[in-house]
């Protein structure tokens, strides 16, 4: 069956939703974070699979900094799941 996209939205604050966020693309089937405020997007993270180590480094760098000054901040995170009923475990 070929591959679905859902979102997760994120609502969290501070260094308890960077943690999420990272518990999140360490499970490797994210293929974008959006962070919005509002309704507004304020930035975009497209994520490749096996994105990991240094290279993540930055991408977290950046949406802690982002999430440190925005207020009513969300981040939403795209996802690639398959499989017979659309949902990996």
Request: aromatic share 4%; with cysteine; charged share 25%.
């Amino acid at each position: 069956m070929p591959e679905k996209t859902i979102w997760e939205t994120i609502r969290l604050q501070g260094s308890e939703l960077l943690e999420k966020l990272k518990h999140v693309i360490h499970e490797g089937n994210v293929r974008r974070v959006i962070i919005k405020q509002g309704d507004r997007t304020v930035a975009e993270f497209p994520l490749t699979a096996g994105v990991v180590g240094a290279v993540l480094a930055p991408i977290l760098a950046a949406i802690g900094a982002l999430v440190a000054v925005l207020n009513d901040c969300t981040i939403e995170v795209e996802r690639a799941v398959g499989g017979s009923d659309g949902y990996e475990e």
